[in-house]
């Protein structure tokens, strides 16, 4: 897989071994004792096509190569599910449990169980508020969101606009991440709401990263802004089309810059013509390395030391953060070559003339 601009570095690993592995004396043992297993619970399907299409396929390809057993499985935004689905992996023998939690309650009660059992846990993506995963893996969250800031700014400056009003879109209240954005967005935006440079339009939190809600609240928005919204900070892609669907209803897309994230072929193709501002491309294939060289070690009841620590309350957990990337129209082409999307599956006929004219070739 060529790098080039996009190699990712993970923030704070130990020098050139990257995760190193420790002596085993936190009660592993038992873990090593079983045969190696891992459960994954990814959290849906229909917020981001990333959970399906890349974490899944990534995390399959390190487990195989690995010669581990696995399961993975996706709750769907259920939260029965969910609890429903990490207890048959529970009773089905895994040593090593990562989740991307639906929300913090669910995925503590989730954690606590599967410790009590003796299994050891991972967060994946999101972290789990006062949870108890021996590991946390994501990327650098405040930055993703400060990157959709200085994205929006580019843009609306691009624009020539004066005085912008900017909607915020926001994700999921359940979501710590989506607190995380909002903190990164944030610290470049609202300098300029105090300064007046730009106005503050509505803003929204969307339950769930539902993008059918997500059009409905833009489409409010826009009516109470009387049609006046300059600018959307949409925390990721799939809400950032929803956007744009409103848009494209009132002929505004296009003239109303939109972020997003998670560089999905969706919002490449909206990038590509001209609807969307931004995204931020997360290696995925990086975050499932580096999650699943963790829960394969775990799985065998060793642990590994990442260098670094997030703060959950009181807690140090352990972590791995990866740094994140700003994708423009000019660089659409650099997620193609890092492997994430096929040219493809962007460059499809409606989208040929525009990947042409981004250098995709």
Excluded at 97 to 122: P, R
Excluded at 130 to 140: E, H, K, L, W
Excluded at 290 to 297: E, K, N, Q, V
């Amino acid at each position: 897989m060529r790098k080039g601009i996009l190699t990712i570095a993970a923030v704070g690993l130990l020098t050139t071994g990257g995760l190193t592995a420790c002596s085993d004396d936190s009660g592993d043992k038992a873990a090593s004792a079983k045969t190696p297993k891992i459960g994954v619970i990814l959290p849906d399907s229909k917020s981001s096509a990333r959970w399906e299409t890349a974490d899944r396929r990534f995390l399959e390809e390190a487990f195989k190569a690995a010669g581990v057993q696995y399961d993975i499985q996706n709750a769907q935004n259920d939260k029965t599910a969910f609890q429903t689905i990490a207890d048959q992996m529970i009773t089905g023998g895994v040593t090593a449990l990562m989740i991307v939690n639906l929300d913090s309650g669910t995925g503590k009660a989730v954690l606590d169980k599967a410790k009590s059992q003796g299994v050891a846990t991972i967060d994946y993506d999101r972290l789990t508020l006062g949870g108890s995963a021996q590991y946390y893996v994501s990327f650098d969250n405040e930055t993703v969101g400060k990157l959709q800031g200085e994205g929006l700014s580019k843009c609306l400056t691009e624009k020539g606009a004066k005085n912008p009003v900017v909607a915020y879109l926001n994700g999921s209240p359940t979501d710590n991440n989506a607190t995380l954005f909002k903190a990164g967005y944030d610290s470049v935006l609202k300098p300029k709401f105090d300064a007046k440079e730009y106005v503050k339009g509505p803003e929204d939190a969307v339950p769930a990263w539902d993008n059918a809600q997500a059009a409905t609240i833009f489409e409010q928005q826009l009516t109470k802004a009387n049609g006046k919204i300059d600018g959307v900070l949409a925390a990721n892609d799939g809400l950032g089309n929803a956007a744009i669907s409103i848009l494209k209803k009132n002929k505004l897309n296009g003239k109303v810059p939109v972020t997003g994230q998670d560089a999905s072929t969706e919002g490449l193709q909206n990038i590509l013509a001209g609807d969307q501002c931004m995204t931020v491309y997360k290696a995925v294939r990086e975050e499932a390395k580096a999650a699943s060289d963790l829960a394969i070690a775990l799985a065998k009841g060793e642990t590994k030391d990442t260098g670094q620590t997030v703060k959950d309350g009181d807690r140090d957990v352990p972590s791995v953060l990866l740094t994140p990337k700003a994708i423009y129209k000019e660089s659409v082409k650099d997620v193609i070559a890092d492997g994430y999307v096929t040219k493809e599956e962007v460059c499809t006929a409606a989208y040929a003339k525009f990947c042409a004219e981004a250098g995709i070739s």
